[in-house]
């Protein structure tokens, strides 16, 4: 049998408080325990409780992941300080090329209940249960246009348009038409916007999008008509993104502002980065951006000036992605870098892309993180570890990555005219 005596693990610790410059706390230890009164001393070496430790941990690293005789394969990181979920690094994934748009395929969004909406460079908006398609729409005059659909938005079981509870797919082109769809019907703006909408957000019983123009519009149905209900001024330059909250919405623009509205229509401008705001997202409470700049910033609602700003990249910062705590930021620098939220700090830079990041999405349970740009591969990466978990090459420029609510399944959009989904299974 191994034992250990208090004699012996008393001189272990006061071994480590001397080998670590702990003098004071050595000799009152010492004093206490009456090590230098006890003349069979013994005798170990340097750091010898730092290795008794780590054997010890070890040894509870190789217990619990013991199966059958066999040690199971887990990626993720064992501490002493923290919960150990493992992880499996036997990540597969099995590829469904959908039917092709014919051009590329640029955006994409999924709904709560697993529909999927893709949009492509030709003005083809799509409804999918994959990989049936369940609805088809062209928009805007010019089938050929190479830059076609740039706004997208979905949502299952709405009541926008009337009460009966239905799936609404919400579409915006680069010419400045707006589309709603639902229940088999659709409405049409024409040039809702001087020049493109990228910025579409659902928002209650209405729509709101933001142009190129520097407008935000408020589009709601009256009675069996779909009208513009308030418009706002809140830009100098073409607005990116829009972000709803349940007190009102934000916006991000080229102008390197952010803006916040509130219900009763009470803007609030938002200033901070030096460079064009690209994205924008939600996590916790507060907002986060990412910019030209090379910088992401926290803001909390309404205020003007930013709490946080995080630095590191090198290049423009053109993705973002939230999990609480944690934010992902996607650069031109090809880096992936992981930051915790409430300290503002870096937790992890994740390298492997050889060009430009465009896209980055947390798995809806945090576990994992995508990321795609033009160096034509999606990289997998496991959150607990920080490690990459697998790699799938498209073959062509990544323009979007977005998990699926249900957790396992990636929508890939890219200059490939066929969309990609991706099934994950351990």
Request: aromatic fraction near 8%.
């Amino acid at each position: 049998m191994i034992t250990l005596t208090s004699t012996e693990l008393n001189y272990l610790i006061f071994r480590y408080l001397v080998d670590e410059g702990y003098a004071h706390s050595a000799y009152v230890f010492g004093r206490e325990s009456l090590i230098e009164d006890n003349p069979n001393t013994p005798e170990v070496e340097h750091n010898a409780l730092k290795q008794y430790v780590s054997k010890g941990i070890e040894m509870e690293y190789i217990a619990r992941h013991s199966e059958n005789g066999r040690l199971k394969r887990c990626t993720a990181k064992y501490s002493i300080s923290h919960y150990h979920k493992c992880t499996d690094q036997s990540l597969e994934i099995y590829p469904t090329y959908l039917e092709t748009h014919n051009s590329d395929v640029s955006l994409c969004a999924w709904s709560e209940e697993g529909e999927l909406v893709t949009g492509s460079q030709n003005c083809m908006l799509r409804l999918w249960s994959p990989p049936s398609i369940k609805g088809e729409w062209q928009l805007g005059q010019n089938e050929s246009s190479t830059h076609g659909i740039t706004g997208l938005a979905i949502e299952s079981s709405s009541r926008l348009i009337d009460e009966r509870p239905g799936t609404v797919v919400v579409g915006a082109t680069h010419n400045g038409d707006l589309f709603v769809g639902k229940h088999g019907r659709d409405w049409r703006i024409l040039q809702a916007h001087k020049g493109p909408i990228v910025a579409l957000s659902l928002r209650e019983a209405s729509v709101v999008s933001g142009g190129w123009d520097g407008l935000c519009k408020e589009w709601i149905f009256n009675g069996d008509k779909l009208v513009e209900n308030d418009r706002w001024v809140l830009h100098k330059g073409p607005v990116m993104d829009i972000l709803s909250f349940p007190t009102g919405f934000v916006t991000c623009s080229v102008d390197t502002t952010l803006c916040t509205v509130d219900k009763e229509g009470a803007p609030v401008k938002m200033i901070g980065h030096t460079g064009e705001v690209n994205s924008i997202k939600r996590i916790g409470t507060s907002i986060v951006s990412c910019s030209d700049d090379g910088t992401l910033k926290i803001w909390k609602y309404g205020v003007a000036m930013p709490v946080e700003t995080l630095t590191g990249h090198s290049k423009e910062v053109y993705s973002v992605a939230t999990s609480y705590p944690h934010i992902a930021s996607g650069s031109f620098d090809a880096d992936v870098r992981i930051w915790e939220c409430e300290r503002g700090s870096l937790t992890a830079v994740l390298q492997g892309h050889t060009k430009a990041i465009y896209t980055v999405a947390f798995s809806p349970d945090g576990s994992l993180l995508a990321s795609g740009g033009l160096d034509s591969t999606v990289r997998i990466w496991d959150t607990r570890s920080n490690g990459l978990a697998k790699e799938f090459l498209v073959g062509s420029g990544i323009y979007q990555v977005e998990f699926s609510p249900h957790n396992t399944t990636l929508a890939v959009c890219s200059s490939d005219p066929r969309p990609i989904v991706l099934d994950l299974r351990r």
